[in-house]
């Protein structure tokens, strides 16, 4: 059974850094596509990040720059680093996976799995 759990998020001020963690479970993430999305109260998910099965990464134009996708496949754990948060980061975000893919997508209709999401708050 595959489970995806998110953890790492919380509040910080413009500015700050916070590193979110997807860890999973029944399930290899090594040589998956993975990647972050989040969601903001009255808007629609959005792709954040996304790193494929080659390790070949992708980044929203809104947080590329500041925010880093990456894998430990020892620990079967999924990361996105996040510096120079702005308020507008504020969202849920969730953590997906999908199967064996060779690109890094950001459209979330690609991903099968998805975590239960991490509230990030970010204040001015």
């Known amino acids: 059974q595959v489970q995806l759990v998110e953890s790492g998020g919380g509040s910080v001020q413009a500015g700050g850094s916070l590193r979110l963690s997807c860890v999973a479970s029944?399930?290899?993430?090594?040589?998956?596509?993975m990647g972050w999305f989040r969601q903001a109260p009255g808007k629609e998910r959005e792709g954040v990040a996304a790193?494929?099965?080659?390790?070949?990464?992708s980044y929203a134009d809104s947080v590329k720059g500041r925010f880093t996708i990456s894998k430990d496949n020892d620990l079967n754990t999924l990361y996105l680093e996040m510096n120079s948060l702005k308020p507008e980061d504020s969202a849920m975000y969730y953590c997906?996976?999908?199967?064996?893919?060779?690109?890094?997508?950001?459209?979330?209709?690609?991903?099968?799995?998805w975590g239960q999401g991490t509230q990030v708050t970010v204040s001015s």
């Open positions: 997906a996976s999908d199967g064996w893919a060779w690109v890094a997508s950001l459209n979330e209709n690609e991903y099968d799995y």
């Open positions: 029944g399930y290899t993430l090594s040589n998956r596509r």
């Open positions: 790193i494929d099965s080659a390790g070949r990464a």
